[in-house]
C-alpha cells in the first residue's frame, strides 16, 4: 500500500477534527457558531503535541526559578529550552479525559499553565466561556477526549500540513457564517502569487547569512500571508533572518493567527491585536514587504472621527486624501504604502501587494481620486494584477493586486505595468464556498514571468504605461451653432414678456428676418433707432435668442461679444489622458464625426483612473451572418417538428 501523502494525510486530519461539529455540537451550538469551538480545541491539541516532548523538563525548571516575574521566566525557558511559550501544569488532556468529573474546572487550571505570553489566545478564543457551555450541555468531556487522541506531533504533521489543516478547518468554520468570512480569509493560491511577485525583483540581495528581511501585515487576519512569505523567503535561503509583524481586529482570527505562527517557531508578539484604522501598533515603524487583504466594502464609519483627525496632520498615512465612510479599502492602502520602508544605499526599498475590488482603481470621488493621485506622483505603484473572478472564499467579483514599491528598480522608474491574469486558472474539483477557481503553479508562473519580461511581455496579458496615462482631463467639447434669423410669432409672445419691447416694436422686428443673425447687435439697434424706438442691450440680447434659428447653411454663430454659441442639445465631455496632446486628440477622435466641434481648455476637470478592463479589451469578431441564419432555421425545424408532434397526440 502507498504512503499517505503529506497533503492526504493533513485532508484526513482536517476531516477527523471536524467531525467534532457532527458527533458533539450538533444541538448544542449554533451551526454558524461550530467553527468558534473547534478551531481553539485544535489550536491547543497541536500547542500540547508541541511540547509533549520537553513538559516534564520545563516544568520543574521553571518551578526551580522560584517567584521570579513571568517575563523573565519566559526569556530563561527561551535561553535554555529554545521554546517560545511552555506549559507548566501536570495535567494534559488525555489526563483530563480520563475521569468525568470537574472536566471544566481541570480544563481551566491547564489552560491556566501555559506562559503568560499566549495568555491572550484563550482569551481572545473566549475559551473558557465556551468551556462552560459544553460543560452545562455535558458534552465538555466527550469534545476533550475526541481531541486528546487526534495525533497532531510535528513529527507526523509538519508545520505546512498542519497549515493546511487549518486552512481546511478555518474555511468550513467561516463559510458557515456566511460572505464575511472573506474578509479576513485570503486563499492560499492568491497569497503565493502575491508574494512570487513581491520577492521577483530582490532575489540577488535575498542571499547571504546577513540576509534579513521584515514582513508586516496590516489585516494579518489568521497570519497565512506572514507565514506564506516567510517560507518563501526561506526557500531562497534558509539563513536568511525573518522578522514577521502583524495586526488584527478581529479577536478569534488574531487568536488563531497568533496560535499558528507560534506553531511555525515564530515570536509570541508577531502579531497585536487592534484596529488598524484607529491605532497603527506599530507607528513610526516601515518594512521590507507589506502583504494586506483588507476588506472589501467595510464601512468605517464607526471609525471616522479619528481617522479624519489623523487626516488633518499633514505628512501622516491619511492626509492624502479619504473615501467615503462606506468603503475603506484605500485607506488600507494608503496606510501599506506610509509602511514601506524608504530607499537604503543599497537600493532596497518596501515594497507591498495589497488586494482590492475594481473600484479603488476607478472611484471618481475626491478621496480616491487623491488618494490615487499622491501614489502617482510619488511613482510608488509598480504593477496592478487583475486575478480571476471566483478566487476567494467570500466573494466571486473581480479582484485585483497592487504591487507598491518604493525603490523602483531604474527600468521601471516612472512606469506601471498592469497584468490580467484573469484567465490564469484551473477549475476546482470541489468548490469552496464563492471560490471555485485556484492559480496553481503553472497559472501562477504565467503571471510571475510576465512580470520579469516588462516590456517584453506578451501585449495580450501586460502593458507598460506611464502615470500620465492615468491622468486625465474631462475637457468639454462643444459644437458651435449655425444660426439664422427668422420672425414668428412665437418670437414675438417671448419678447412681451419684457418691459423694454412695445408693440411698436413688432413691425421692426419683423423688418429683421432673414438678415444674417451674427449681425443683430448692430442691425436691431440702427433699426430702432430709426424707428425712434430704445435698444438697450439686454433687449439686444433677448432679440437674438427670440429670433434665432438652427441652419446648418448659416456661418457660425457668435454672440455680440464675440464669443462662439454652442449648439443647443450638443454637448460632451471628452476625457482626455494627461500623456496624449489635446489637439492631436481632437483631430482624431473629434472632429472626423464632428467637425464643427471645438474644446473649452478652461473649463476642463482633472482627475485620473485606471481603466483596466478598457485597456485589456479586445473585440470580439461578430458571427457570420450564415452561420447565425443556418443556426435559426434549424432551431425553428427543430420547433415544428416539436409542435407536429404535439398536434399528432
Known amino acids: 500500500m502507498a504512503e499517505p501523502t503529506a497533503t492526504s494525510r493533513s485532508a484526513t486530519t482536517a476531516r477527523i477534527v471536524w467531525d467534532t461539529a457532527d458527533k458533539f455540537l450538533r444541538n448544542v451550538v449554533d451551526e454558524e457558531d461550530y467553527g468558534d469551538y473547534i478551531l481553539p480545541f485544535t489550536v491547543l491539541r497541536r500547542l500540547e503535541c508541541m511540547l509533549a516532548g520537553s513538559k516534564d ?9 522560584g517567584e521570579l ?3 523573565l521566566i519566559d526569556i530563561a525557558v527561551k535561553d535554555r529550552f529554545k521554546l517560545s511559550f511552555y506549559n507548566v501544569s501536570p495535567l494534559d488532556l488525555a489526563t483530563i479525559a480520563s475521569v468525568d468529573d470537574n472536566v471544566e474546572k481541570s480544563l481551566k487550571s491547564y489552560i491556566d499553565g501555559f506562559s503568560n505570553n499566549i495568555a491572550d489566545i484563550w482569551i481572545s478564543f473566549d475559551f473558557a466561556r465556551r468551556a462552560k457551555v459544553l460543560a452545562e450541555a455535558n458534552r465538555l468531556h466527550a469534545v476533550v477526549k475526541h481531541f486528546s487522541t487526534l495525533d497532531l506531533a510535528p513529527s507526523k504533521l509538519e508545520n505546512t500540513a498542519m497549515g493546511d489543516v487549518f486552512e481546511d478547518v478555518m474555511y468550513r468554520a467561516f463559510n458557515k457564517k456566511g460572505k464575511a468570512a472573506g474578509n479576513f480569509y485570503t486563499p492560499r493560491d492568491a497569497i503565493k502569487l502575491m508574494v512570487d511577485i513581491l520577492i521577483a525583483n530582490d532575489d540577488d540581495t535575498l542571499a547571504g547569512e546577513s540576509a534579513a528581511r521584515s514582513i508586516y501585515d496590516p489585516t494579518s487576519g489568521s497570519g497565512g500571508m506572514l507565514l506564506i512569505a516567510q517560507d518563501a523567503l526561506k526557500r531562497l535561503n534558509e539563513k536568511i533572518d525573518v522578522t ?9 482570527a488574531f487568536a488563531l493567527g497568533k496560535a499558528d505562527l507560534l506553531i511555525q517557531g515564530g515570536r509570541p508578539d508577531a502579531i497585536k491585536q487592534g484596529n488598524t484604522l484607529v491605532e497603527d501598533l506599530y507607528e513610526g515603524q516601515t518594512f521590507d514587504y507589506v502583504l494586506s487583504n483588507p476588506p472589501f466594502g467595510s464601512d468605517w464609519s464607526a471609525d471616522e472621527k479619528s481617522v ?3 487626516a488633518a496632520v499633514h505628512g501622516s498615512r491619511f492626509s492624502h486624501g479619504l473615501p467615503s465612510t462606506a468603503d475603506g479599502q484605500m485607506l488600507f492602502l494608503a496606510h501599506c504604502a506610509s509602511k514601506l520602508s524608504p530607499a537604503t544605499k543599497n537600493g532596497q526599498g518596501g515594497r507591498a501587494a495589497v488586494v482590492s475590488n475594481a473600484a479603488p482603481l476607478f472611484n471618481s470621488d475626491k478621496g480616491p481620486t487623491a488618494i490615487r493621485q499622491w501614489l502617482l506622483d510619488e511613482d510608488l505603484i509598480d504593477a496592478v494584477v487583475a486575478l480571476p473572478p471566483s478566487m476567494f472564499y467570500g466573494t466571486g467579483i473581480p479582484t485585483y493586486v497592487w504591487i507598491l514599491d518604493a525603490n523602483k528598480d531604474p527600468e521601471r522608474e516612472g512606469k506601471i505595468q498592469l497584468i490580467d491574469g484573469s484567465g490564469e486558472w484551473t477549475l476546482l474539483r470541489r468548490p469552496m464556498g464563492e471560490k471555485r477557481r485556484e492559480m496553481k503553479r503553472g497559472n501562477r508562473n504565467a503571471v510571475l514571468e ?7 511581455a506578451d501585449p495580450a496579458i501586460s502593458r507598460v504605461m506611464t502615470p500620465a496615462d492615468f491622468m486625465f482631463r474631462d475637457v468639454p467639447v462643444y459644437k458651435q451653432a449655425r444660426l439664422v434669423t427668422r420672425f414668428s410669432e412665437e418670437a414675438v409672445e417671448i419678447l412681451r414678456s419684457r418691459k423694454d419691447f412695445t408693440d411698436a416694436h413688432v413691425a421692426m422686428v419683423e423688418s429683421l428676418d432673414g438678415t444674417p443673425w451674427n449681425d443683430l447687435p448692430k442691425t436691431f439697434p440702427e433699426a430702432a433707432k430709426e424707428a425712434g424706438l430704445k435698444a438697450p442691450m439686454g433687449l439686444v440680447d433677448a432679440v437674438m435668442k427670440a429670433m434665432a434659428a438652427p441652419d446648418d447653411s448659416a456661418p457660425l454663430a457668435v454672440d455680440r461679444r464675440g464669443n462662439p454659441v454652442t449648439a443647443s442639445g450638443w454637448k460632451i465631455t471628452e476625457r482626455v489622458p494627461l500623456s496624449e496632446d489635446l489637439t492631436e486628440h481632437m483631430e482624431h477622435e473629434v472632429l472626423p464625426f464632428s467637425p464643427d ?3 473649452d481648455v478652461s473649463k476642463a476637470k482633472h482627475g485620473n483612473e485606471i481603466p483596466f478592463t478598457r485597456i485589456f479589451y479586445a473585440p470580439k469578431e461578430p458571427r457570420p451572418l450564415t452561420e447565425i441564419d443556418s443556426e435559426v432555421q434549424m432551431l425553428m425545424g427543430e420547433l415544428a417538428d416539436m409542435f407536429q408532434a404535439v398536434s399528432e397526440k
Not at 523538563?57 to 526559578?65: G, H, T
Not at 510576465?450 to 517584453?456: G, I, L, Q, V
Request: proline share 9%; net charge neutral; charged share 20%.
Open 57 to 65: 523538563e520545563v516544568a520543574k525548571f521553571v518551578a526551580s526559578l
Open 69 to 71: 516575574p513571568p517575563h
Open 244 to 252: 514577521l509583524y502583524g495586526q488584527e481586529l478581529m479577536p478569534s
Open 308 to 310: 479624519r483627525q489623523q
Open 450 to 456: 510576465a512580470y520579469k519580461a516588462f516590456e517584453h
Open 597 to 599: 466641434a471645438q474644446c
